[in-house]
């Protein structure tokens, strides 16, 4: 059987790590290869061929962009066949992805992103080279969806509706560790200072509005407090429901004297407390701690700090 090679590239250790756990899920003997920007998924391009690139889009040394670019340029000089290349990244205004298709994308999926939603565009972009194979694990999939739960289900309705992937509830550890492993030794541990730490919940205030996005849905929040590594707001929940604990969620933020210059920063939830015990309650305090390391992100959050703080 053939043993898939794929190439994850993303400055951000947490989406990587994410992408990873997502794929060994369905491909347990596949290789994986990690860039932490352009620059190095350039120089693993040249020294070997990949089944699949899932790459970021903004990143230090050099964007997914000009990788794809880069990338098809040296397919077409060489007579090769366009290998497949999904963009990941949370530029998903039109213009950006009109972009990446004229530069010969295969596919593109938007932050944050749920297991099932990669799983299916990567599914979609194997079957092209890898049918049988592809194949193959789909119907394994709905034979252990089938034994299980007792119904049946089949290949065309785990590519479109039957989730792939089955959610694990974990408990947050209350000292916080589960985060700081996420970011230790990486830049963003750099900027971190005892007073960089949220307040007390008593202190808490209304510093401005900004948008969270999961793959779930999207709020216009309140922010409560902000650091470089920690943020809290508030969400109304009503329309859709609240982000959990670990999930992953995208932050925009723009700072008062450049408002065109927005930073999506990543993030995952470390804590969801209700506003009101309540079973009609719809509101809630989200704490989410960021695992960007992007400078130019970094750069923009940390203005933002130094504005409403």
């Known amino acids: 059987m053939h043993k898939l090679r794929f190439l994850v590239v993303d400055d951000a250790g947490f989406i990587r790590d994410l992408i990873k756990r997502t794929l060994r899920s369905h491909f347990t003997q596949c290789h994986i290869d990690e860039a932490v920007h352009g620059k ?20 230090p040394e050099m964007s997914g962009l000009e990788v794809l670019q880069w990338l098809r340029a040296r397919e077409t000089e060489q007579e090769k066949p366009n290998s497949p290349f999904m963009m990941v990244t949370s530029r998903g ?12 994308v295969s596919d593109y999926i938007g932050k944050p992103f749920s297991s099932e939603q990669l ?32 119904t049946g289900n089949d290949s065309a309705s785990v590519l479109t ?5 089955q959610k694990t509830v974990l ?35 209304a510093l401005g509005k900004v948008t969270l996005r999961s793959p779930k849905g999207q709020w216009q929040g309140i922010l409560r407090d902000i ?5 809290t707001v508030s969400i109304d929940f009503s329309d859709s429901p609240s982000p959990a604990v670990l999930e ?14 927005v930073a999506r920063i990543n993030t995952f939830t470390t804590a969801v ?34 504005q409403v703080r």
Not at 40 to 59: F, I
Request: proline share 4%; aromatic share 2%.
């Open 161 to 165: 509706a039957t989730p792939l992937v």
């Open 119 to 150: 799983l299916k565009k990567v599914f979609k972009l194997l079957m092209v080279n890898h049918r049988e194979l592809i194949r193959a694990i789909l119907k394994g999939s709905a034979t252990m969806n089938s034994t299980s739960s007792g």
């Open 93 to 104: 205004d039109k213009s950006h992805v009109i972009k990446a298709v004229e530069s010969g």
């Open 227 to 231: 650091s470089l590594t920690d943020i």
């Open 273 to 306: 407390q209700l506003q009101e015990k309540s079973l009609d309650c719809h509101t809630a305090q989200i704490s989410i701690h960021v695992v960007d390391d992007d400078p130019v992100k970094l750069e923009i959050l940390s203005h933002y700090v130094a």
């Open 40 to 59: 190095k998924a350039q120089s693993m391009l040249n020294k070997g061929t990949y089944d699949l690139v899932l790459c970021d889009w903004e990143m």
């Open 248 to 261: 992953q969620v995208v932050i925009d933020i723009a700072t008062k004297n450049r408002p065109d210059e």
């Open 171 to 205: 408990q947050p550890r209350s000292d916080g560790a589960s985060a700081s492993l996420l970011t230790a030794g990486s830049p963003s541990s750099k900027l971190v200072a005892k007073a960089d730490q949220p307040k007390s919940r008593s202190a808490l205030r």
